[in-house]
């Protein structure tokens, strides 16, 4: 049985999220730059934020923010649910870089990744995950 990856195709975003606009117009990306984007994009996504789907995203407010005391292993939790939003990317194959760092000052989780993907593997890439325990 062959498994069929089909390559992800999106409209480029810049480095905040917002649309990439050239001056000839929009642009469309795919390949390893699609899956880099849409890891991004689920990464980013909160859960219950997207109303056809509540299930969908992060699930920051139901396990990840909040009070230390409830969460004494966060470091685990930010881990596996970013490994989880990861491997559910459309493209991706593996994860062979995940490293996951608190910062005790801001509270902000700093999350470093490289997926493996169909295309080959992404750059590596760094985003701060917000405020944590």
Known sequence: MAILITDPVDIELDENGDLKIYPDGLRFISG????????????????????LNMDAGMPYYQQILGDPSK?????QVIRANVQAAILAVQG???I??????????????????????????????????????
């Open 32 to 51: 390893i730059a699609g899956v880099a984007q849409a890891i991004r994009i689920a990464l980013g996504l909160y859960q219950g934020e997207w109303f």
């Open 96 to 133: 062979p870089t995940l490293e996951v760092s608190i910062d005790p000052q801001t509270r902000a989780a700093l999350v470093t990744w490289v997926a493996r993907t169909a295309f080959g593997d992404t750059p590596e890439d760094t985003l701060a995950l917000g405020t944590v325990p």
């Open 71 to 75: 969460q004494p292993n966060i470091e």
């Open 92 to 94: 991706v194959v593996s």
